[in-house]
């Protein structure tokens, strides 16, 4: 391995890993459990090695030399926005000494035998592959180096690569990539630990500015392809019928209404689930017709009657007062450092709050949707996915047929957000296509069925307790959590967050407080709870930075110089001293958490916004996925009520940066979905049913109601040895308290519960 | 039915009632043009019907025979749409780019209205089209790119 940039990875357990450890032990926790961390610490794989089918190196695997010169590279991980389809191949190219000019991508089809881990979540495409990528194109280069010497006969140490040719510099001959390509090609690829990297002094593109998006073209004239997009001659379009609630299933439907409209081919049941888990597809009924907006007419007569299951009863208010009674009472205790009890009952002054974070959707713009077609017993899918392996396992389950035989191209995602790490959509398309005897069916979720049948964001409440000091020092805190846990999608609901939910701001906590009592009673879950972009940091750091700010105001202390005494002096923490095992995933010897970082990006963030000199700034910050993020938002709220947001700032520090154009979208567009889930966001639940069917009732932030300027600030290391850390998630947790931390400061209300909407005044 | 899409004829079978959004991209194959509400609330499926902005999804195919029906495989041959395509490219406003050719559309239909947008007008004619992935900031600075202003990125 390459001495400018170590081996990220010592080891980790993936989302994905951990759910099949999870299944396979039929219940929960025997993972990340303190015990078997400790004895098994060197045998335990952290970062990318920790995920399924880890990494690939191989230059052959993916990058293809044509004659003519063009370079193609294969990109294994899912583009959902977050420019992975550009940043990977810079990598490659920039190691390759290959002209940018002359690079083409080809996404890679689902095969992690072949490419190494495909789940595109967690923020760590960038840095879990930086690595392989730089190998691959050094290896890449190497090879072409050696055949060019080959040619020439003459020793590999006199010759180099330059930008798309290996030159002879003793006699000035050169040999183009393309003319080089079939030589080298047949020649092994260097082993592993034999390639040489280069010199982060002399990269071309990683870490440069005026990278243009390698899509952009395709994405400006509409010919991107999504998985909403394949077409092909006398393909069938479906929507479905889904359950309503939860588990439902179909008591008795009549399709006879729906299949007289226009264009309907056939109305049909949903073939039972193979799965008892939440993962898979809901019972529902189908209607196929010879477009989608005949399909969805015909599912409009279709008369349902539904048994609703064990769900029925849902109701979000009826929840929230269990949740809050739950958050009121001790629950099984997940940290404890010092003695909690004794210390608040010596408190000079005691403060407490509860906060409150509803369901909320992903509602990606593409909805949920793909493409499947059976021939002589061979599936392929076209899909939106983030998971492309698990969404072929899943196929091939589903119509028993090896998983050799399915195949799962990768499409463009209009948006994932996590909601596309759930495959339960292409397994539909399969099931459909199987049932019209392998013809291509295109099945595309409605708004309405996306807001129903999501894999909604945990709703929660947060209970905070803190105890002060004469002098207003922090002595003691408290926080329950409650909330319903992903894990209830796996298997037996687990009724408590899973280490990796904890691990997501709650028990990692990085305050210099001696006495720390972390609580998670029970929630059982009723609806299906899925990943959202930031997971557990959302509501986590809702409570924790909204918190934080009450107890500055209850001191009268700055609420910047607050925070940074409560976060105390610059110091490294080992993660499992706060009793998380999970550390994302990654070494807790290589990510220790360091305040010293997230002292930086509060000490930026409030510079760079003024803080101190304008009225109407909230700060927040937050760590996760192994990054440090701080805002500081500004609001106006006028006579009325009414509440603007002109300006947010954004300091951030993920380590090096590939691609700092995608990193500043990245955190842009955090800053936007923050202040949409804050100001706007909310599905609630009666009798089980989702309320909100489309974009009227689900609201979002637009164009107007979006800060009209956001500055960020990025803290890039040039340390190259430094560990990455992700960009994609971690800018959302601290926008939506800075937002409610503004508000405060403006109007002197106080807000818990999202959404804010008329809590700042007046309706948004 | 007869339907002129971007200076071409093309002839369609289907239900009069049938929205134009699935028309094109069911029907035609012409899959630029992106499905994201159903009742005009997102204006992904923003198309040019004589040179107006239209939300395709609520648009009854029959309404649209013999108008001039612009997508955004067709929007950059008039200058302006061009204008506005290379100035998405240079601000390099996709993220994951989904609701962008609505984004195009509308935009380049507020510049042949107004070649000079304010910003309230840029609200104003921007806010029917919802983006996710909060692209909000580089569209507004691309439309002012395109309109010869100065852009200035975030």
Same mark, same amino acid.
Not at chain 1, 728 to 733: A, D, F, N, S, V
Not at chain 2, 56 to 66: E, F, I, K, N, R
């Given at each position: 391995m390459s001495a400018v940039l170590p081996r990220a990875a010592e080891s980790g357990l993936s989302r994905r890993d951990f759910i099949a450890k999870l299944t396979a032990a039929g219940g929960l926790v025997v993972i990340g459990c303190k015990t078997r961390i400790l004895a098994a610490e060197e045998a335990e794989k952290y970062g990318a090695e920790g995920m399924p089918h880890g990494t690939v190196d191989n230059p052959l695997v993916f990058i293809a030399i044509a004659d003519d010169g063009l370079v193609t590279i294969a990109v294994h991980r899912s583009e959902m926005g977050q420019g992975v389809r550009t940043g990977m191949p810079l990598i490659v190219a920039d190691e390759l000494e290959a002209d940018w000019s002359k690079i083409r991508i080809q996404q890679a089809p689902a095969d992690e035998a072949k490419y190494g881990n495909q789940d595109t979540d967690g923020s760590r495409s960038t840095r879990h592959f930086i690595d392989p990528m730089r190998r691959c194109g050094a290896a890449a280069r190497a090879m072409l180096e050696k055949a060019a010497a080959a040619t020439w006969n003459v020793p590999v140490t006199e010759v180099h690569a330059q930008n798309h040719e290996v030159v002879h510099e003793k006699t000035g001959r050169k040999l183009g990539y393309g003319a080089l390509a079939r030589k080298a090609a047949k020649l092994p690829a260097p082993a592993h630990d034999a390639v040489t990297l280069k010199p982060a002094e002399k990269f071309r593109f990683i870490g440069k500015e005026g990278t243009a998006l390698l899509d952009g073209d395709d994405i400006v004239t509409g010919k991107a392809q999504y998985g909403i997009d394949p077409w092909f001659e006398g393909m069938f379009f479906a929507v479905i019928a889904r359950s309503p609630v939860l588990g439902g299933k179909v008591k008795h439907f009549d399709g006879a209404e729906a299949v007289k409209e226009p264009g309907v081919v056939k109305v049909l049941e949903m073939p039972a689930t193979v799965a008892d888990a939440q993962f898979h597809t809901l019972a529902g009924i189908a209607v196929i017709a010879s477009n989608t907006g005949a399909a969805i007419k015909a599912r409009s007569a279709l008369k349902i009657e539904w048994d609703d299951g064990e769900n029925g009863e849902y109701d979000s208010d009826v929840y929230r007062a269990q949740m809050e009674k739950a958050a009121r009472t001790a629950g099984k205790v997940v940290r404890e450092d010092g003695d909690f009890n004794s210390a608040i009952a010596k408190a000079a002054r005691k403060v407490e709050a509860e906060y409150y974070l509803p369901h909320i959707a992903h509602a990606t713009m593409e909805p949920p949707a793909a493409v499947a077609r059976i021939v002589d017993g061979k599936c392929e899918v076209w899909a939106p996915t983030q998971a492309p392996q698990v969404t072929r396992e899943d196929i091939s389950k589903h119509l028993g047929i090896p998983f050799e035989n399915v195949t799962v191209h990768v499409t463009l995602l209009g $948006? #994932?957000? #996590?909601?596309?790490?759930? /495959?339960d959509f292409a397994t539909e398309a399969a099931v459909l296509s199987k049932a019209m005897d392998g013809r291509p069916v295109k099945v595309t979720w409605t708004r309405d069925d996306d807001l129903h049948h999501d894999f909604f964001h945990t709703v929660s409440v947060e209970h905070l307790q803190a105890g002060l000091d004469a002098s207003g020092k922090v002595t003691s805190w408290l926080h329950r959590s409650v909330a319903p846990s992903i894990g209830s999608i796996f298997g037996p609901d687990p009724k408590h967050e899973l280490d990796f939910e904890l691990g997501l701001g709650l028990i990692n906590l990085p305050y210099d407080i001696p006495n720390l009592r972390m609580e998670n009673p029970e929630a059982t879950a009723h609806t299906r709870i899925g990943w959202f972009r930031s997971v557990s940091s959302v509501p986590h750091a809702f409570a924790v930075q909204s918190f934080v700010a009450e107890l500055a105001a209850a001191t009268g202390k700055d609420h910047r110089d607050f925070l940074l005494d409560l976060i105390g002096s610059p110091r490294l923490i080992d993660p499992r001293s706060q009793h998380d095992s999970w550390n994302q995933g990654e070494s807790p010897k290589r990510y220790p958490v360091d305040t010293g970082r997230l002292r930086r990006v509060i000490e930026t963030v409030t510079r760079e916004a003024g803080w101190g000199s304008k009225r109407g700034l909230g700060l927040a910050a937050h760590y996760s996925f192994v990054s440090y993020a701080a805002v500081v938002a500004e609001v106006e709220v006028d006579k009325t009520g009414y509440l603007r947001i002109p300006r947010v700032d954004i300091a951030f520090d993920c380590g090096p940066v590939v691609n700092p154009d995608r990193v500043r979208s990245q955190l842009e567009g955090a800053v936007v979905m923050g202040i949409s889930l804050a100001t706007l966001g909310e599905i609630t639940f009666k009798r089980g049913r989702s309320q909100q069917d489309n974009f009227h009732q689900y609201r979002v932030t637009r164009m107007d109601t979006a800060p009209r300027e956001i500055r960020v600030h990025l803290l890039p290391a040039t340390d190259w040895n430094m560990p990455l850390g992700g960009a $994609?998630? /971690? #800018?959302?947790?601290p926008v939506a308290p800075a937002l409610c931390n503004a508000i405060f400061a403006a109007t002197g209300r106080r807000i818990r519960r999202m959404p804010i909407r008329d809590q700042a005044g007046a309706a948004l | 039915m007869d339907l002129t899409i971007n200076d071409r004829t093309v002839q369609v079978t289907a239900s009069e009632d049938t929205a134009l959004l699935w028309v094109l991209r069911d029907l035609l194959g012409m899959t630029g043009t992106k499905f994201g509400c159903g009742i005009a609330l997102c204006g992904a499926c923003t198309v040019h019907v004589d040179g107006k902005p239209v939300r *395709?999804?609520?648009?009854?195919? *029959?309404?649209?025979?013999?108008k001039k029906i612009t997508t955004i495989e067709g929007v950059g041959s008039t200058a302006t749409g061009q204008a506005v395509q290379e100035a998405w490219k240079k601000v390099n406003v996709p993220q994951c780019g989904y609701c962008q050719a609505g984004q195009i559309m509308s935009a380049a239909a507020l510049l042949v209205e107004k070649p000079v947008p304010s910003d309230a007008d840029i609200d104003a004619a921007m806010s029917g089209n919802i983006c996710r992935c909060g692209t909000y900031t580089r569209i507004r600075a691309a439309i002012k790119q395109a309109a010869g202003q100065t852009g200035k990125r975030s």
């Open positions: $948006g #994932g957000f #996590g909601r596309k790490s759930k /495959p $994609g998630e /971690p #800018g959302l947790p | *395709s999804c609520v648009l009854p195919v *029959s309404a649209v025979v013999g």
